[in-house]
């Protein structure tokens, strides 16, 4: 009988995409498995002010190269599991603990060892320092070096959300990943024919919908693009997500943009938007916004940053590098139903959670 242990990490952005695929992984085990053989191990962050031993022990993590929250404590305690109970199986869900696949392997040779890289950790720590300026925090890129390091070389197998994050791996690692498990999610949604289908807004103002919680990842660019580009589009924008009402501080309101902070079903939103609009301009990995818009039926318009990872193509969105060609796009947009098939057909073949399952069945080797 195989036993798991689960390893990951919870911070302020759990909620969002990485969050949410950590999760996806978490259930995969269980029903592959059964969930009374995986057990999970959470390291939670520090709260509320350190003292001064604990600021002592958190410079001499970092120069260990310690990320994700891991101290020597988190070690101990996770050692001390490994000892009482026979797994057979470690599943670390971030490349940012790396360093504990180091550990686990010098100690317990037998255990397998999987890695999931959520993005290219040193390349984001990378962008995040220099997009901030934040340069006291230059560390976290050695130290996500360190960590990727020590993924790719004591992990039995490492697993990358797609094919450009596995080459990235090997340019920088000598190694590429044993398998992709792109962004996936629950197929909660339903084919729609051709009666059911809600016309666009063609020849009147277009609705267009975003959906995203209030973190700098998706404010960055949904500001730019209301500042800079709603003004020059016939568009009225619907905006929902945790704690969006706080963007109300950050730009002027006008009634070209409507906001929620906590929407119960987003079904209703899904379907009465022309399109899904995508400006994002930073953050690392596979945009899980793009896979639940894909699964809505949704044609999407945003930037490559948004589309990183995903097959698509012209029929399911459009991809801009500009303002210019987001107003091009935005008054070029023409279709004549608010579902859109392709871009359904495309998640059910690919991004659907049942489509991972029988990825992760045959990495694990069930």
Known sequence: MRKFLYVTFANEESATGGGQCAGRNLESLHLLFGKENVVEYI????????TFTERISRFLGVVKGY?????????????AILLEETFTDVFIDSSQLGNLAKIIRRRYEKIRIYTFFHNIEQDYMRSVTVESGDYAHAFWIRGANINEQDACRYSNSVIALNRKDSERLTELYSRKADAIVPITMKDNYHDMQEGQMQKCSVGSTKEAFFLGSYFAGNIKGLKWFCEEILPE?????????????????????????????????????????DFVLLPIISGGGMKVK????????????????????????????????????????????????????ASRELFKRKYSFDVSLETFKNILAV
């Open 43 to 50: 390291l939670y962050p520090q709260k509320g002010k350190r």
């Open 67 to 79: 990320m994700g929250g891991l101290t020597d404590e988190h070690i101990s305690r996770l050692m």
């Open 233 to 273: 589009v016939d568009v009225h924008l619907t905006i929902a997500g945790s704690g969006m009402d706080a963007f109300a501080n950050d730009i002027k309101i006008t009634d070209k943009i409507t906001l929620y902070s906590f929407v119960d079903d987003l079904t209703a939103l899904y379907e009465s938007a």
């Open 290 to 341: 793009t896979a639940e818009s894909l699964k809505f039926g949704k044609y999407l318009i945003g930037t490559s940053e948004a589309f990183e990872g995903y097959d698509i193509n012209d029929e399911i969105a459009a991809v801009c590098k500009n303002k210019q060609e987001f107003v091009q796009k935005i008054r070029e947009f023409n279709k004549p139903f608010r579902y859109n098939a």
